[in-house]
């Protein structure tokens, strides 16, 4: 046991090192972990070796969270809704790059099992990289970004067809390769039998999500215990993985059908937040050994077939890309990022590569090649983008940028966040919703979710004082956010999160009161909406209309006392700690009386802005507005 954890731990120290370090210099957390375990490795300091094999299974899982992550943001409505640009854009490239790479295998004397398998695998490409790389340099809204975007949502899903036809493909001996599938059911069973056990296991996976676990999670969630959730979320992916290999499947392709089936869910964001920590951590640890087993003996034994092999999988895969740009219209600096981004094998590749030796498809000195090609290519991503970026962007002609056009978000993500959805979010949602303005909504209330949900809204569960649900919520893309919270502390906890987090997006805050303004804009908000203030004066003009004042004239009055106690409201929230505050209020008061005759006595009270249609129609009676211009009554 002492072993392990020291294994563990020379994992650890070398993640959180490289990491920084990649980072710093711009190449990304995966290669930052790829480069740490062949430090790391028996090819490098050896300061893990064999023995690491132990840390490498526990790893694993983190591509089966991974998998269920990915699965919980690709919502099937979404896809059904871009499947024209998925099938066509996105089809088009992984069937023209694995039928090409496939060829060249055959044309090399690999058999045919082998060839279509690699190919079809090294067509994948790093969403990890490519969407960091994208996001870091304002890429993402451009045209080569979106259409990136695109080509990686469809490599995501055809991960699935993937998984389940590799078996297929097998012709080594299931005894021969290093991984298994442990205690199965089907171990015995023939290829045809096992790809139709496949279907039947995904299709009672999905009616089960369907029936059962969203009942589930909405039980757990009544007793607002947030580690009970957590728990039952690691419950629900622990138990898909187990189930799936127990009948001799992937516990992977088992984790990312849930993930769909609960992508429509209303715990979908809670669900992605509470694994995230986790599957980053174990995914990590994944390209860690990944990284660490890279044979470098084999590499220099075969150094020029490895050379060879990353430049035909480079080159093919830019050819593919910008032969597709083209025949999308994209412009030709355009079509440059979208080939070069897209040039590489992902990290998908390393767990299709273990998978297919696993099962026998690939022998071992195949798949040490192939995932020596696949780190090689990620590698020279960055490189590419910025040779992209510094030489061949300013030399294409025009060039788009991406802050003229608004922002398009990868998941269908909307413009707005609504957090909170008691009576005074539910309102303002619903103002949304009929203006056709998309929402993402979250709310720490079960029931109210449930209920909602029920009546049609896109509401999610979720504490929206976590970071990690924010993001998943899209707060990094979103354009606003409404923190609508009656308690002061949910909605201080919140708002500092964003604050924190996402610096840049713009706040609208709910304040119950006039104290709660204080303290909300005493943490930076300036945007601050009381619950009070328009009831008031919506009384407060009735009153006055009641008393004998033209309709205009009390609406005036109450715009010009909004107007002026917006302002003491600003001035106050600076000294309302302070030791003469009472004093400061009183003069504030007295400071707004004045302000209020005085604009009496310049006659502002009777100008044609009061004239709102309702007050016309009100006074005038006949709902049509006179033809006369409004003068002093």
């Known amino acids: 046991m002492s072993g392990f954890f020291v294994e563990a731990f020379a994992y650890l ?49 983190g591509v089966v969270m991974m998998l269920f992550v990915i699965g919980l943001e690709l919502d099937p409505r979404d896809l059904w809704r871009q499947r024209g640009a998925l099938l066509g854009l996105g089809g088009a490239q992984l069937a023209v790059t694995a039928t090409l790479l496939a060829a060249i295998g055959l044309a090399l ?50 991960v699935i067809p993937l ?13 021969s390769v290093e991984a298994g599938h442990g205690h199965s059911l089907v171990a015995s069973w023939p290829a045809w039998a096992r790809g ?90 994944f390209f860690l050994a990944v990284g660490a087993s890279v044979d470098f003996a084999l590499i220099g034994a075969r150094i020029g077939t490895v050379t060879g092999l990353v430049l035909t999988l480079v080159l093919v895969k830019f050819a593919v890309l910008f032969a597709l740009g083209r025949w999308d219209r994209l412009h030709l600096d355009q079509r440059w990022l979208f080939a070069i981004g897209l040039a590489q094998g992902g990290e998908f590749c390393f767990v299709l590569l273990s ?21 090689i290519s990620m590698a020279l991503t960055p490189l590419g983008l910025v040779l992209y970026d510094r030489v061949i962007r300013p030399r294409t002609g025009t060039r788009e940028v991406a802050a003229s056009r608004p922002p398009d978000d990868i998941h269908g993500r909307a413009p707005v966040l609504v957090l909170g959805y008691g009576d005074f979010g539910s309102t303002l949602g619903r103002l949304l919703r009929a203006m056709d303005v998309p929402q993402t909504v979250l709310d720490h209330d079960a029931d109210r979710v449930d209920v909602l949900r029920r009546m049609g809204l896109d509401v999610y569960y979720g504490d929206a004082a976590r970071e ?74 009735a009153a006055l209309r009641t008393a004998g004042l033209p309709a205009h004239e009390a609406t005036r009055a109450a715009q010009a006392f909004r107007r002026h106690d917006e302002r003491l409201l600003r001035e106050l929230a600076k000294t309302f700690r302070a030791d003469d505050a009472v004093a400061r209020a009183r003069d504030a008061i007295a400071w707004l009386e004045r302000a209020m005759q005085a604009d009496r006595q310049r006659d502002l009270l009777h100008e044609e802005g009061a004239w709102d249609a309702e007050s016309l129609r009100v006074e005038f009676g006949g709902g049509r507005t006179p033809d006369a211009t409004p003068g002093p009554h």
């Open 109 to 158: 004397g690999v058999p045919w099992q082998m060839a279509v398998a690699a190919g079809a695998i090294l067509a994948l490409s790093s969403t990890a990289i490519v969407l960091q790389s994208l996001q870091e340099r304002g890429w993402l809204a451009l045209p080569g970004g979106q259409r990136s975007l695109v080509v990686l949502l469809f490599q995501d899903v055809a």
């Open 13 to 61: 120290v070398a993640a959180v090192i490289a990491v920084l370090l990649a980072q710093r210099l711009g190449l990304g957390s995966v290669l930052g972990y790829l480069l740490a375990g062949v430090v790391i490795g028996p090819f490098g300091l050896g300061v893990v070796g064999e023995e690491g094999a132990d840390v490498m299974h526990f790893a694993e899982f």
């Open 468 to 541: 990690e649900l924010l993001r998943a919520a899209g707060a990094a893309r979103a354009r606003v956010a409404c923190v609508c919270f009656g308690d002061l502390e949910q909605s201080r906890r919140v708002v500092a999160t964003l604050q924190r987090h996402f610096p840049a997006l713009p706040l609208l805050v709910r304040a119950a009161d006039r104290g709660q303004a204080y303290a909300l804009m005493e943490q930076g908000v300036r945007e601050v909406y009381r619950d009070a203030l328009d009831p008031s004066l919506r009384m407060g003009v």
């Open 163 to 175: 998984l389940a036809a590799l078996p297929l493909l097998a012709t080594l001996p299931v005894s």
């Open 355 to 375: 998978f297919a030796k696993g099962v026998g498809v690939l022998d071992a000195i195949t798949s040490g090649v192939l995932v020596a090609v696949v780190a």
């Open 196 to 285: 139709i056990a496949t279907m039947v296991a995904v299709g009672a996976l999905v009616v089960g999500g369907r029936v059962l676990v969203s009942p589930a999670f909405r039980l757990i969630a009544r007793s607002r215990l947030r580690e009970a959730f957590t728990a039952a979320s690691l419950l629900l992916v622990i138990g898909v993985a187990l189930l799936m290999e127990y009948v001799g499947l992937s516990p992977a392709l088992g984790a990312f059908v849930a993930g769909i089936v609960l992508a429509s869910s209303e715990f979908r964001h809670e669900l992605e937040s509470d694994l995230e920590p986790f599957k980053g951590l174990l995914l990590g640890l």
